[in-house]
């Protein structure tokens, strides 16, 4: 009871904020008691794990791929079901809409994405994506009508650079429509996969004011929430993020008949390279990250000398001027360790990249006010992932709720977060959404 009354008591100051407007007084009465089924996220998780498992059990959902399509299939059919009447966008994007008692207000959006990484886990992105579901269907099973219409949206292709977020939001250009995914496609052919259309991408964009706030739930991806023993992440910034493919040339000669004084060994100057690239980054105060996650050695044999290596450079920050100064200052690096290793450095920067975005204040204060409100512990903190919230907040009021990651795993079978945390989050989204209308 002491629980309850205070869930009471505290959700009279929720939201005392001009932008969002005051609680209105049904939602206070028929909101304040709801709650998710915890047990149903949790069984759809599992559920949704299902496809593409591969023979030796590791996850293979990558965007485009069969699996993917028919994960999406699975998630219409639910969608369905709980009354969404789901359509596809042009550019791929999943999207389930609710009425709300006022036809003439912004819909709040809230979603995220079901694609992964290869043999990664079964929680980034797929719990935002149920949990936004469970919403809709613990609202149904409650007869609650909000204000507001509501929207969900399933994105695109989300770990292979933000693509149905940012067709939406951005565009694509023509370079980045033909940059090729991880499924083997080009962008352009995953989204056709899809029953999107690449060439019309202009219809699925949305404009400042389309969206009266956004709202996305997901695991934090790394070990800051568990290490601190805390419930709910709120989410101030999302970090950019720029790739660059970085060739080194040297020259393939013999290895047993070339001296080493005279070898130009392109893999000897890629690992000066990738040392170097790791100096820079750590070289400044900051939570700036830089990787070099992807190496191709050619002609790749015992007998012969690398004579050319192409890297995958990544550079992560919340400042976007803080990126380019890290990359000029690995440019310099690069130019010294070419010039003593008789090799050519160059790089090519890629398209779909993603830009620093901040969330919105006056929603981070809304989201930690509720989860308070439900007795939750709160850190204010930053997503050094990438997500497709980044894109929405260039057009409309975003933000984000964390809940923790066990072992800090993501983008890994080890993956994993317990079924009180995701029930914690989800009972903040639906609040949140709640306390908002």
Known sequence: MQRRNFIKQSSLTIIGMSAFGSLLSNNKKAGATLSVNGK???????????????????????????????????????????????????????????KGKNASLKPIGFGSHIDMVPDGGNYDGTLGSI????????????????????????????????????????????????????????????????????????????????FYAWLELHIEQGGILEKENIQIGVVEGIVGIVH???????????AGAT?????????????????????????????????????????????????????????????????????????KRAAIIAKESKTKISFERQPNESKPALTDKKLQQAINTTAKSLGFSTKFMQSGAGHDSQHIAKIAPAAM?????????????????????????????????LNLD
Request: with cysteine; charged share 25%.
């Open 401 to 433: 709720i964390f809940i923790p990651s066990i072992g800090g795993f993501s983008h890994s079978p080890k993956e994993f977060s317990t079924a009180t945390d995701m029930e914690n989050g989800a009972n903040v989204l639906l609040q949140t959404i």
């Open 131 to 210: 949990s936004a579901l469970e919403v809709i269907e613990i609202l149904n099973e409650n007869n609650v009508v909000t204000e507001h219409p509501l929207e969900v949206i399933i994105f695109a292709n989300e770990e292979g650079g933000t693509i149905g977020s940012k067709a939406m939001c951005e565009g694509l250009t023509k370079e980045g429509l033909q940059q090729k995914s991880q499924s083997g496609l080009t962008h352009a052919e995953g989204i056709k996969a899809l029953d999107g259309n690449p060439d019309n991408l202009e219809s699925c964009k949305r404009n400042k004011g389309d």
């Open 40 to 98: 149903r996220i949790e069984s759809r998780i599992f559920e949704l794990a299902k496809f593409g498992v591969d023979e030796k059990g590791r996850g293979y959902r990558v965007a485009y791929t069969k699996s993917d399509i028919e994960g999406r299939a699975w998630f219409m059919e639910l969608m369905k079901k709980a009354g969404l009447n789901p359509t596809i966008d042009t550019a791929g994007n999943i999207i389930g809409k609710r």
């Open 259 to 331: 001296q080493m004084n005279m070898r130009q060994d392109a893999l000897l100057a890629a690992s000066k390279f990738i040392i170097a690239v790791n100096e820079v980054i750590t070289s400044v105060k900051g939570t700036q990250v830089g990787t070099v996650g992807k190496i191709n050695v050619q002609p790749g044999a015992y007998n012969v000398i690398p004579g050319k290596v192409v890297l995958g450079l990544e550079i992560r920050d919340l400042d976007a001027a803080k990126i380019e100064i890290l990359f000029k200052e690995i440019e």
């Open 244 to 254: 660059w493919e970085v060739t080194v040339e040297g020259f393939a000669n013999h």
